[in-house]
């Protein structure tokens, strides 16, 4: 399997623009999770997915944050409009069907919001 | 206050010492723990894993759990340039559906 898998890499855009970023989670996987890094707040957890339905969103720092998840191979985070505060690297996760597993991570993807 | 507690570091210390990372935790429910490594550029990737209380051994690397202090800790022996990395706790609850929760990540520096 490849892993979990993020696009694009590295993202720059402008103040006021919408961004979309992409997860393909592991196959198999049906918990999916998204998290923020940062050097001064760490890795933060977003929203969580379970079976493609989010379960907890309570990490979302502002409406202008939203996810989404059509189907069990796909999850997008979209920051519309973007500011330069939500510069950070987003990372996605997913997590097998048992009990007391551990998180599969992708390689992130840095945005950088000028 | 923070669900999951680290010392965010940098912590330097020389090839071969003993290093001691810890983390404490406030919600009793977490029954799962993690130890992640993550190099620069890098997701973070498994290290250990552990859901009692007590040691669990791994080559160079001993996780330790003290659920009544609400406590764990990662000590890493005879350390190596190699392991220069953050490493992040975590912790989840036992179903799993529960999230996962992680620390902010302590930088380690072993200097040769």
């Known amino acids: 399997d490849a892993g979990v898998i993020q696009s694009p890499r590295h993202e720059v855009t402008e103040m006021g623009q919408e961004v979309t970023l992409r997860c393909k989670p592991i196959s198999g996987h049906n918990s999916l999770f998204w998290y923020r890094q940062t050097m001064m707040r760490g890795l933060e957890l977003l929203i969580y997915?379970?079976?493609?339905?989010?379960?907890?969103d309570s990490g979302m720092p502002e409406d202008r944050f939203s996810a989404k998840m059509p189907n069990a191979s796909f999850s997008t985070l979209k920051i519309q409009p973007s500011e330069p505060r939500d510069s950070a690297v987003y990372f996605c996760?997913?997590?097998?069907?048992?009990?007391?597993?551990?998180?599969?991570f992708g390689q992130g993807t840095r945005l950088t919001v000028v | 206050q923070k669900e999951v507690e680290q010392d965010p570091g940098p912590l330097s210390v020389p090839e071969g010492a003993i290093v001691s990372l810890n983390c404490t935790y406030s919600n009793s429910a977490f029954q799962y723990f993690m130890w992640y490594r993550q190099y620069s550029r890098k997701g973070p990737e498994l290290l250990m894993y552990t859901y009692s209380s007590g040691n669990k051994e791994d080559g160079r690397f001993t996780a330790q759990v003290d659920k009544s202090s609400k406590y764990i800790s990662l000590f890493i022996r005879d350390s190596q340039p190699s392991d220069s990395a953050t490493y992040l706790c975590?912790?989840?609850?036992?179903?799993?559906?529960?999230?996962?929760?992680f620390g902010s990540g302590t930088r380690l520096s072993i200097r040769p």
């Open positions: 996760a997913s997590t097998p069907k048992q009990e007391n597993t551990e998180a599969f």
């Open positions: 975590a912790m989840r609850w036992g179903s799993s559906a529960s999230k996962i929760i």
């Open positions: 997915f379970n079976n493609n339905v989010p379960i907890d």
